[in-house]
């Protein structure tokens, strides 16, 4: 029989968390959201209503149906809040300690039946599964930012993730409006695999003066149909984000071509993240402005 995911808990409400947490309520799921405090959360509300009402603005959602989105949300800062959840979704920064402590709690907390998923973008799921009593009902649901905007998931299942699991969750993300893809435990899984070498090549091209950052990004824009160029793009990724993923895939790999770019380290300790943090490879008013500089 297949599962019904109707409680989804979401751990972690960052950019990812919130968009995830949109998407399921503004398709009927209830919602419990968890992060570590009240600053955090409320980081996350406004991630959510930033977002909503932009839809609503654009036409895309009628202001009743954004309130009934925001109310199948309830927020905690303990994950004791997901007992009750048939699916939690976890998507806490990229580090592995981090994520085995959540599901090592998560085991405890929840049913023996609730399937648990991250939305890890390079961090090996058989790893983060051997942390629970469950390893067969662990999957990766990785999506993609702008979570509203895109379509796909990748849906990760290891060696030991049961069949049935996989079948719902794929099922789950049809129902959700979004496009599945499945795929065995590797780094990078197959887009970031794929987009983070080109990203990385653009880093160096730039970096050795090769073009300018406006020729590189209008190049593969204009002369490619990208909707954003590279460097455009490793700032709406974020730069430290960009560069966790490309160390894991070349320390998996020991491709060169996964070997993260000099300049993208001496950025990040420079505090240059990308939009979040304001500037990146272009200077930006807020996450959402065009660019600035
Ligand atoms: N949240 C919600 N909606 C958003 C949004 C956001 N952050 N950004 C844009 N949108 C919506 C807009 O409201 C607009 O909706 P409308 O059609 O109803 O008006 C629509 O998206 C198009 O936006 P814009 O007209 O402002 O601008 P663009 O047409 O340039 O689209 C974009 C913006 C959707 C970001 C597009 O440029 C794009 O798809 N870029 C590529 C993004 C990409 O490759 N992401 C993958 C990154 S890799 C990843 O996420 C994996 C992870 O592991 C790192």
Redesign the pocket.
Known sequence: MTRQFNTVGIVGLGTMGAGIAEVLARTGVTVVAVDVDETALDRGRGHLTH?TD??VA???LSSADRDATLARISYATSLDALAGADLVIEAVPERIELKAEVFAELDRICGPDTVFASNT?SLSITEIGVHTGRPGKVVGM?F???T???KLVEVIRTVVTEPDVVTDVVAFVEGLGKTPVVIGDRAGFI??AL?FGYLNHAVRMYESRYATREDLDAAMRYGCGY??GPLA?LD??GLD?AYE?LDTMYHQSRNRLHAPAPLLKQMITAGLLGRKSGRGFYTYDGP?SPVVV
């Open positions: 977002s932009r839809a654009g036409g895309k973008s990785h993609f930012n702008p509203p905007v895109l887009a970031n987009l909707p954003m793009l709406l990724i984000t993923i959402d």
